[in-house]
């Protein structure tokens, strides 16, 4: 009796080990890439308006959160909006705590190596704002010598034009705000005659008070670009937002959303 048991019990170990039962679950850090899309968690910094910020009624709003929030229903997919502390952005998506960063994030090549980008969608460029029906004859940034030109302490634009000598001595004087809401105030009573600003942020404000100022295009330093971040191996649902992305701006939908939020279709084009 013992040997038919110990040959029974045998055979159940080879059946269970044949059909994978015995094998324990592999450890791996990394998420399994995405199958069927049943929910989506998406980080970002919900104090970066408009891209994504909190409202009054202390909900995640904002351009980023609108175009995701589509994204998803054209998925048939449930979605939820986490905040993340940015500057541990990459290992909040690669641990799996988050499957996306939606947020005005630049495409860098740094961040390549960590992340799996979509297709840029939009351009992140510093631009010159004039009070309306005033815009000076600037067509280009060389058209900002000899005017009092203002931007936002600690901003892109600062950054680029105190690295600039040549220009920034051009200037007729410089000022730098804490906020841009106190930089628009200044370019509407006059105390400054051109305004550089993130284009994103300051279409935003502009659009808020209808025609006070007026954007030109004339971009003042580098442009990067905005892209949507998923876990580097996670490329079938990088493809399959980028599909519903694709709809969305054929169709007119996303134009449509960055109108709501700029006053204007910023959205790019292949």
């Known amino acids: 009796m013992r040997k038919i048991f110990v040959a029974a019990l045998l055979l ?3 059946l269970l080990t044949a059909c994978g039962g015995g094998d324990k679950p592999a450890s791996n850090d990394k998420p399994a890439p995405s199958a069927d899309v049943k929910k989506i968690v998406i980080g970002l910094d919900d104090e970066y308006p408009p891209m994504g910020f909190k409202n009054e009624k202390n909900e995640i709003v904002g351009f980023d959160v609108d175009l995701a929030k589509e994204a998803a229903k ?4 449930d979605v939820e909006f986490k905040a993340i502390d940015w500057s541990s952005k990459e290992a909040e998506l ?5 499957d996306i960063i939606w947020n005005g994030l630049d495409i860098t090549d740094e961040r390549k190596e960590n992340m799996l980008f ?3 969608y939009m351009d992140n460029r510093q631009i010159v ?3 309306a029906g005033n815009d000076q ?3 280009a940034e060389a058209d900002l010598a000899g005017k009092k030109v203002g931007t936002q302490a600690g901003s892109t634009a600062e950054t680029y034009i105190d690295s600039k000598a040549d220009l920034k001595g051009s200037f007729a004087e410089f000022k730098t705000y804490g906020d841009y809401v106190a930089a628009f105030m200044d370019l509407e009573n006059g105390r400054i005659d051109a305004l550089v600003c993130d284009e994103i942020v300051g279409r935003n404000a502009m659009s808020k008070q209808e025609g006070k100022f007026n954007a030109l295009d004339v971009t003042v330093g580098p ?3 905005f892209g949507i971040a998923f876990r580097k191996d996670d490329t079938e649902l990088r493809n399959k937002v980028q599909g519903v992305f694709d709809e ?3 169709d007119g939908t996303a134009g449509k959303i960055s109108e709501q939020w700029f006053g204007a279709d910023l959205i790019k084009r292949k």
């Open 94 to 98: 690669k641990s799996g705590r988050i």
């Open 12 to 14: 159940v170990t080879m």
């Open 223 to 225: 442009v990067s670009e």
């Open 129 to 131: 704002f004039v009070k």
């Open 118 to 120: 979509s297709d840029p």
């Open 248 to 250: 969305m701006v054929k």
């Open 137 to 139: 004859g600037i067509k």
């Open 74 to 77: 054209r998925l048939g997919t």
